[in-house]
């Protein structure tokens, strides 16, 4: 089945400066890759999506790249403030029984102020 | 609009116990998943359902159990709890459960078996 190797685990940034975590994931038939930010205490929420027959899209300050050939994807974070400090997930969507989310273990972002 | 709600908030329960967890999906959304989330970790995926029906199920034991009602809400049940069921019990929902539709997370349920 599916595994999602998400890195780093934790991220210190200082306000202002970039940030970029990165998924690589193992099944070549999956097709969508959210990304969700969660708050302490609060459910994932989706802040980026891509699919697979893009290799880049962008909102604001946030975009994700993706390249099916190596099997990896990438969330970048410009400007970053420190209200986007959270967990970061990223995930897979697999073509198997259930059309199924598969998780990386997560991200703690810091932005230092 | 409203987002995905899900009750209670907080449970506490025993060893041995049984739990019933609710969701409602976001209006117009015909397919709810359910994850767990233990601390620290990712989501895992427990089930899917669409109009009404199983489309899919995580490598969780039969004792849990969901199932989703004609209004598209749905019941996640687990019977004969133990100690490592303790989780955040997350529910999601999306409008037809392809593979490209986006799952909107509620708030969880935080479950805790003592």
């Not at chain 1, 990165?22 to 097709?31: I, V």
Request: proline residues 4%; aromatic residues 10%.
């Amino acid at each position: 089945g599916e595994n999602v190797e998400q890195h780093p685990s934790t991220l210190s940034v200082q306000e202002g400066d970039s940030a970029v975590i990165k998924c690589t994931y193992s099944d070549s038939a999956s097709n969508y890759f959210p990304w969700y930010k969660q708050e302490l205490g609060k459910g994932p929420q989706l802040i980026i999506d891509i699919r697979s027959n893009v290799g880049e899209k962008k909102d604001q300050r946030i975009a994700v790249t993706l390249n099916k050939t190596a099997k990896h994807f990438s969330l970048h974070i410009t400007e970053t403030q420190p209200e986007d400090s959270a967990v970061y997930f990223c995930a897979a969507r697999t073509m198997e029984y259930g059309n199924k989310l598969v998780f990386g273990a997560g991200t703690i972002l810091r932005v230092k102020s | 609009d409203a987002g995905v709600t899900q009750s209670p908030t907080h449970l506490i329960k025993t060893r041995g116990q049984h739990v019933t967890l609710r969701c409602s999906p976001i209006s117009g959304h015909k397919s709810v998943s359910w994850y767990q989330q233990v601390l620290g970790q990712g989501p895992q995926f427990i089930f899917q359902y669409y109009e009404k029906e199983e489309r899919g199920r995580g490598n969780f034991p039969d004792r849990f159990s969901a199932r989703q009602f004609p209004n598209y809400s749905s019941e996640l049940n687990v019977n004969a709890l133990l100690l490592g069921d303790s989780a955040l019990y997350l529910c999601a929902s999306s409008l037809f459960g392809s593979t490209t539709d986006t799952q909107y997370f509620g708030p969880g349920t935080r479950l805790t078996v003592l």
